[in-house]
């Protein structure tokens, strides 16, 4: 299948912070972009609830939830675009109608950078839905100019979508994946989360603690919040690589819950008024330079060979986790002919022997297709004409680990030989 180049912006600055850095300055690229994701949502919460504690506590609580899919990947850039067009439309909706020419703006990046732009049409499906509501439903009164606003940035938002290396394309390619059952059902990432795992229960308790908080809170959440909630509830729900997203939108809609909640005891009052005392000494501390600062120290620590981690060689792959020596044994041996080899692996053995050596499948299933990847899976599980897909392919070698069923379905056949193994990954070649 043609690749279509949906994240090659991200792709860029992956690739000059690893030229500059190498692997630490990939790690520092992603913890720069969920530091400002979070620093934005820590800002929308503190400024729809005047509670700065409750709202550290709240945004502390989503960032802990959307942390089982922090991976050194683009739609890292998703999540830091999610806070900040949310955040815009946060402002229209109330009444800063010149802000709108940033919406567009900020698509353009996001259309190139990650496939999932299309989450930003769905929130502002949301602040369009809750306009339209106030406006010809319940004709409540409305800022001036806020569905003016909505519209027009909200259209050229949808036409800059064109301006990417295929154009409207990218529209079908985003959608296509998204509508391959197959492909979707062998995707960890899109499974729905598991709550008997340890990582998704601050997820978890942020739901219960949302569903407290819209219970109680006065007056009730306006439409477009409760569209927010339910919406990406929803989605996380069915998919955990939504987690993250339903975490950043809805911290600081259940923040701003809290008020309300809070006024209706006298405890609940008197800690307000702590919590507006402490918004107003934070405000005079003027901290932004803050981060600023630590992200460039950090960068130049490491540009000095630095080391920021507590192993001494900085941020490298893990030989329990990847075939790192395997791939040592093979530059020193450059294999021939064509190779089969474990999915988790494909990236790495690319990162390390392309364009000597091309993978049989990586993580790009949206690239290799499904009927790739259904042979893929014929062959790890031995299902019935495994044999016949590697001679297919005329596979020459074999990159699995030691214990995986296929590895021992090789070692009890004579026309193949075991040319190198450790703990992690074993090697397997065909005779001639």
Known sequence: MPLTPHEWLSQVAFAASFRLLGLDGVVLLCALLIGLTFALVY?????????PLAALAITLLAAAASSLHWLARP???????????????????????????????????????????????????AYAAGWSWRRWVVHAEEPAGVGRSLALGGALSLAVTA??????????????????????????????????????????LMILTGLWL????????????????????????VSVRHVP??????????????????????????????????????????????????TLAAGLALA??????????????????????????????????????????????LYRLWPDVRVFIDGQTDFYGEALTREYEQVITLSDGWEAVLEKYDVVWVLMPPDSGLARALHS????????????????????
């Not at 998204?178 to 729905?192: C, D, F, I, P, Q």
């Not at 306006?222 to 919406?231: F, K």
């Not at 056949?413 to 001639?432: M, N, Q």
Request: charged share 10%; hydrophobic share 50%; aromatic share 12%.
């Open 43 to 51: 800002r929308s919460a503190a400024a729809r609830s005047g509670l």
């Open 75 to 125: 739609h890292l850039f998703t999540l830091l675009l999610v806070a900040v067009w949310t955040g815009l439309l946060d402002g229209i909706r109330n009444g800063q109608r010149t802000i709108w020419w940033a919406l567009p703006l900020v698509m353009l990046l996001w259309v190139n950078l990650h496939g999932a732009f299309i989450f930003g049409f769905i929130i502002w499906l």
């Open 163 to 204: 301006l990417n290396p295929v154009g409207l394309k990218l529209w079908a390619t985003s959608l296509g994946y998204a509508g391959n059952a197959y492909l979707v059902g062998h995707t960890a990432e899109y499974l729905s989360p598991n709550f008997h795992d340890v990582s998704t229960w601050p997820f978890l």
């Open 214 to 237: 819209v219970a109680a809170a006065r007056p009730r959440l306006s439409l477009e919040s409760a569209l927010l909630l339910m919406g990406w509830l929803g989605l996380a729900l």
């Open 245 to 294: 997203v339903f975490a950043i939108v809805s911290a600081p809609i259940l923040t701003g819950c809290l008020p309300g909640v809070l006024q209706a005891s006298a405890p609940g009052l008197a800690w307000q008024r702590r919590e507006a005392g402490m918004a107003r000494l934070e405000g005079g501390l003027r901290g932004h330079a803050w981060p600023i600062a630590v």
């Open 304 to 349: 000095g060979s630095v080391p920021l981690t507590p192993f001494a060689g900085g941020n490298a792959f893990s030989p329990r986790v990847f075939p790192v020596q395997a791939v040592n044994w093979l530059e020193s041996r450059p294999p021939t002919g064509r190779v089969f080899n474990y999915f988790p692996w494909g990236g790495y053995v």
């Open 413 to 432: 056949d004579s026309a193949w030989s075991e040319v190198y193994a450790d703990a992690t990954a074993v090697v397997l070649e065909r005779a001639p």
